[in-house]
C-alpha cells in the first residue's frame, strides 16, 4: 500500500502561483512515476504532469511553460509548481503514484483561480 498527503492548494488571481506537494509513504520502490492529475466540475479527471523515478516529465499541453513538476526521491515527495495561473485551471487536484500495475491516488487538493 502507498499512502499521498496532498498540500499547498488554495485561492490565488490569476497570473499568481502555487506550489503543490505530495508526500508518498508505505511501499515505495525505486522505479515507480509520479505525477499530478486534475478534475473540473463536470468535467473528467485529465493529467497534468508526471516525472518518473529518473526524472523524465511529461506536461499536458495545457500546462507546458507554466508548471513545473520535480521530485525529491530522498523524501518521496513530488512537486508541481504552478505559475502564470489561469482560472481554467480551476481544478481539484490529484496526486498519483503508479508502480507497474499499482496505481494509487491522494485524496486531492483545491485550486482556485480568480479572474
Avoid: H
Avoid at 500500500?1 to 488571481?13: A, D, I, K, T, W
Wanted: glycine share 12%; hydrophobic share 30%.
Amino acid at each position: 500500500q502507498v499512502q499521498l498527503v496532498e498540500s499547498g492548494g488554495g485561492l490565488v488571481q490569476a497570473g499568481g502561483s502555487l506550489r503543490l506537494s505530495c508526500a508518498a509513504s508505505g511501499s515505495i520502490f525505486s522505479i515507480d512515476v509520479m505525477g499530478w492529475y486534475r478534475q473540473a466540475p463536470g468535467k473528467q479527471r485529465e493529467l497534468v504532469a508526471t516525472i518518473t523515478s529518473g526524472g523524465r516529465t511529461t506536461y499536458a499541453d495545457s500546462v507546458k511553460g507554466r508548471f513545473t513538476i520535480s521530485r525529491d526521491n530522498a523524501k518521496n515527495t513530488v512537486y508541481l509548481q504552478m505559475n502564470s495561473l489561469k482560472p481554467e485551471d480551476t481544478a481539484v487536484y490529484y496526486c498519483n503514484y503508479r508502480r507497474g500495475p499499482f496505481n494509487y491516488w491522494g485524496q486531492g487538493t483545491q485550486v482556485t483561480v480568480s479572474s
